[in-house]
């Protein structure tokens, strides 16, 4: 598997599975109704952020990431990271190896921490994940969160010292 900066010719195979999950609004805070154009102006980020595909031996995109400052002003040394992994190839390390990706570039983007700010309680696969990377839920918003079968959940906040 091969990390590399995301392109505007990446977005075609992003789209469908970018899709499904934020309509499906089990894990994100996103409007379940994000247009094409939106999610990608939403999802593309201007440096010195990054948004990174992984993609397999035959140039497959397997999933996606976002990594970006999580503050601004005198909070900017805080970075943060978004994942997507295409349902088709999960199961595969994809997810953990674009986590892996994002904290190594925080750090040598000179950040002090990451925190994700919105990890949905009932995404037991995300928590188990970040946990096994080091991140701790430092609280959690009760109720900050309307899953479509398991109605109002926590929202955790997850942070990791660099």
């Given at each position: 598997?091969?990390?590399?900066?995301?392109?505007?010719?990446?977005?075609?195979?992003?789209?469908?599975?970018?899709?499904?999950?934020?309509?499906?609004?089990?894990?994100?805070?996103?409007?379940?109704?994000?247009?094409?154009?939106?999610?990608?102006?939403?999802?593309?980020?201007?440096?010195?952020?990054?948004?990174?595909?992984?993609?397999?031996?035959?140039?497959?995109?397997?999933g996606t990431a976002k990594m970006n400052r999580n503050h601004m002003g005198n909070g900017s040394?805080?970075?943060?990271?978004?994942?997507?992994?295409?349902?088709?190839?999960?199961?595969?390390?994809?997810?953990?190896?674009?986590?892996?990706?994002?904290?190594?570039?925080?750090?040598?983007?000179?950040?002090?921490?990451?925190?994700?700010?919105?990890?949905?309680?009932?995404?037991?696969?995300?928590?188990?994940?970040?946990?096994?990377?080091?991140?701790?839920?430092?609280?959690?918003?009760?109720?900050?969160?309307?899953?479509?079968?398991?109605?109002?959940?926590?929202?955790?906040?997850?942070?990791?010292?660099?």
């Amino acid at each position: 598997m091969l990390i590399r900066e995301a392109t505007a010719e990446d977005w075609p195979a992003i789209w469908p599975f970018f899709h499904t999950i934020v309509a499906a609004g089990e894990t994100l805070t996103y409007p379940l109704q994000l247009g094409k154009e939106d999610a990608k102006d939403w999802w593309f980020l201007a440096a010195p952020n990054r948004t990174v595909v992984a993609v397999d031996d035959t140039g497959t995109v397997l999933g996606t990431a976002k990594m970006n400052r999580n503050h601004m002003g005198n909070g900017s040394h805080i970075a943060s990271g978004t994942y997507m992994v295409d349902p088709e190839h999960s199961g595969r390390g994809v997810g953990r190896a674009l986590c892996e990706y994002s904290v190594e570039w925080a750090r040598a983007s000179g950040f002090r921490a990451m925190q994700f700010n919105a990890v949905v309680e009932t995404n037991t696969h995300a928590v188990k994940l970040y946990r096994s990377l080091g991140f701790e839920v430092l609280g959690t918003l009760p109720e900050g969160f309307n899953h479509p079968t398991e109605g109002y959940v926590g929202l955790h906040i997850m942070h990791k010292a660099l």
